[in-house]
């Protein structure tokens, strides 16, 4: 009889045992996968780029041509204090993705703008490439470009 006693305790022992593992394996396996699935919120934003900026003008809508998935992206900022639109130079311009998800931290994403003499903001408007005046944006990029 007490040997009965003391294969059942040994059997709980085992049972027991193999549940905790099998509870272990579990939590690592779903602790992997969830690593694994990591998504680019990024890549639901269009348009963010660097800036080409005549001197002297007064406003520029950096968001211009930026659009993002309503259904992942609840909205784009920028910041946009660093940039003195009255001297020319190099400065920095940082956009905010809020992801709608909120277990997601804010994704920041660094740029540049380049405020250039009038003469050089003509030149490369000639060249093709997007430039912002007091006129609005010279050729304008589709989101396709």
């Known amino acids: 009889m007490k040997t009965f006693k003391n294969l059942l305790k040994g059997k709980k022992a085992i049972v ?28 639901y934003v269009t348009g963010l780029r660097n800036w080409i900026v005549e001197v002297d003008t007064k406003e520029v ?3 211009s041509g930026v ?5 992942e992206i609840k909205k784009v900022t920028v910041d946009a204090k660093a940039v003195d ?3 020319e130079g190099n400065y920095d311009l940082t956009y905010t993705i809020d992801v709608i998800k909120k277990d997601v931290k804010d994704i920041k ?22 430039v912002a005046t007091q006129d609005g944006i010279q050729n304008k990029k589709s989101e396709d470009d």
């Open 109 to 130: 994403v660094a740029k540049k703008v380049k405020v250039v003499s009038k003469e050089e903001a003509k030149e490369e408007a000639e060249k093709g490439e997007e």
């Open 67 to 71: 659009s993002w998935d309503k259904d």
């Open 16 to 43: 027991i045992l193999v549940l905790l593992f099998a509870l272990i394996l579990t939590g690592c396996i779903i602790w992997s996968n969830s690593k694994t699935d990591k998504v680019d919120y990024r890549n």
């Open 85 to 87: 639109l009255s001297k």
């Open 61 to 63: 809508d950096y968001l």
